[in-house]
């Protein structure tokens, strides 16, 4: 990542100037090749990634930013949606990942509104959802030899909202979220086939959320994982779309929530990730053993984890003391295997430590306690994160340094109303 000059500024801003990856991808057929959203230029814009270097090239300069895009499987392109001054009207375009000017995948379309990009794993499919004063559609266009677009194809309306799609690996199927009715945001999934628009399977689970995540990597291949939150906690499940068939990833011996996250490069294992108390823990499932490895990393936040064409796992980790930094971890063991995107150097952070008291009603409830190195008692800053809906997990942040530099203790307690803890907390 590029130097903030931490030699030359004070510490605190050092901290305060980390550059922040909002998202990143590596070319399953150029694994060389990868994608980053990042701030490292200044504002967010997509960076072409040299994985073995580790060197990023800016690739937009866009004035309101860009904060998300999509690199094909074969790393020949990299695909946004370009809107109006952030307006969130516009079309999706795209770059050779050399760089160069932006092209318009939907040329003659009016701009429109949506929600993400997908591409097939062989990359001969694109798809997205886009909404309308009639409603939610699912597009899809064909990519040919050498990168050639085919004519925009609608298969798909609703008046209910519409969230994805996932495509398989051949870009045969296509499964999108649905909500159950107007004003739910509990969704079920519709599988319809790419070629003539037809549904194929329908799946919900009454009053139940399911998700879709990704398809196995080959061809031919229907299984799709997701998960689903029916049981109280979020759980994975494995549907088989052409064979119709649904195999529930129970579980029990995790506590919290467990989502899936990618398939391994063979389609055996999946990668999983659990969040139970506020803190998170990556597990590897092989489907068809039914056997669980949990991972022994550091501890930490971890997100944007995904299996490497190599076999690795690549994720975002920070704790208290360190910036957001890529790192690749044996699949295996979940230890360390080498540092892709290093973090930049900011001056010596102190650490958070898990802390629990009970409540008025004699819950448990978790924080997270820093303290200055000063002598106490401290003056305390009390932290309480944004949702209610979510949790503080162990994370690089630079203001509670900023309190512990001047002698205050910093405490972020995940209340009643967090995730993480189990239903009844909640």
Aim: proline fraction near 7%.
């Amino acid at each position: 990542m590029k130097s903030v000059g931490a030699d030359h500024e004070p510490g605190w801003k050092t901290r305060f100037r980390v550059p922040v990856v909002r998202s990143l991808q590596v070319a399953a057929g150029a694994p060389e090749r990868g994608l980053v959203a990042s701030n490292v230029s200044g504002t967010f814009q997509l960076h072409a990634w040299d994985v073995p270097s580790a060197r990023l090239r800016t690739l937009t300069n866009r004035p309101t930013g860009v904060i998300a895009g999509l690199l094909a499987p074969d790393g020949r392109f990299v695909y946004y949606h370009d809107d109006a001054g952030g307006n969130e009207m516009g079309h999706f375009v795209r770059i050779p990942f050399e760089g160069g000017a932006p092209e318009s995948i939907t040329p003659g379309v009016p701009p429109y509104p949506t929600f993400g990009l997908a591409v097939s794993g062989e990359g001969n499919r694109l798809g997205f959802v886009t909404a309308s004063d009639t409603g939610y559609h699912l597009h899809l266009i064909d990519v040919g030899e050498g990168g050639v677009l085919g004519p925009l194809k609608s298969i798909h309306s609703s008046a209910r909202f519409l969230i994805g799609p996932v495509l398989s690996h051949d870009g045969a199927i296509a499964v999108v979220a649905t909500s159950a009715g107007a004003g739910s945001l509990q969704c079920g999934l519709v599988a319809l086939d790419t070629a003539s628009g037809r549904i194929i399977d329908e799946v919900r689970d009454g009053d139940g959320h399911l998700g879709a995540v990704a398809f196995a990597p080959s061809s031919g291949d229907g299984r799709l994982v997701a998960y689903s939150n029916r049981t109280g906690v979020g759980r994975p499940l494995v549907l088989d779309i052409a064979r119709g068939t649904r195999t529930d990833i129970a579980l029990d011996e995790l506590e919290g929530e467990v989502y899936p996250a990618d398939w391994s490069p063979d389609g055996g294992q999946v990668l999983l990730v659990q969040f139970a108390r506020a803190v998170q823990r990556l597990h590897v499932y092989d489907v068809a053993e039914r056997t669980l490895t949990s991972l022994n990393h550091p501890n930490g936040t971890y997100s944007h984890a995904y299996f490497a064409p190599d076999g690795t796992i690549h994720v975002m980790w920070e704790d208290s003391t360190h910036p957001p930094q890529v790192i690749a971890l044996d699949a295996a063991t979940g230890a360390p295997a080498r540092t892709l995107l290093p973090a930049t150097d900011v001056a010596p952070c102190r650490p958070w430590r898990s802390v629990r008291f009970a409540s008025t009603d004699q819950q448990q409830i978790q924080g997270w306690l820093a303290v200055s190195d000063r002598a106490g008692p401290f003056p305390t800053i009390l932290h309480v994160h944004g949702g209610p809906e979510a949790a503080m997990t162990e994370v690089f942040l630079p203001s509670s340094q900023s309190w512990l530099d001047h002698g205050f203790a910093f405490l972020s307690i995940n209340y009643r109303g967090s995730t993480t803890f189990g239903r009844a907390f909640l």
